[in-house]
Nanobody, 119 residues
């Protein structure tokens, strides 16, 4: 069974940088044809895809967040991370990490972590 666990600070002030880590067990983030995403859901809104890192290390971002987001990984720890710079109240959301395969979109999810941006 593949398990994903998000971790990071739950409360930030505007203009700070959000840093989240997803720790994966039950699979390697370098397994062929695996894609590791960050997704968020703001209060009262739908799911928003932030970006993903391929098993190969290639990274894709949502155009709307590309200027502020950075995704990286530490294969030795089987973790991948999200940094989101210059956060605002609009970045308040539950953040999820997920695993996808070409034939199974986002088949495994972390439990999600609440991030609140408030002055």
């Amino acid at each position: 069974q593949v398990l994903l666990q998000e971790s990071g600070p739950g409360l930030l002030k505007p203009s700070q940088t959000l840093s989240l880590t997803c720790t994966v067990s039950g699979d390697s983030i370098t397994t062929d044809l695996t894609y590791w995403s960050w997704i968020r859901q703001a209060p009262g809104k739908g799911l928003e895809w932030i970006g993903l890192i391929h098993y190969s290390g290639t990274i894709d971002y949502s155009p709307s967040l590309k200027s502020r987001a950075s995704i990286s990984r530490d294969a030795s720890k089987n973790q991948f991370t999200l940094q989101l710079r210059s956060v605002t109240v609009a970045d308040t959301a539950v953040y999820y990490c997920t695993r996808a395969r070409p034939w199974a979109l986002c088949e495994f999810w972390g439990q999600g972590t609440q991030v609140t941006v408030s002055s």
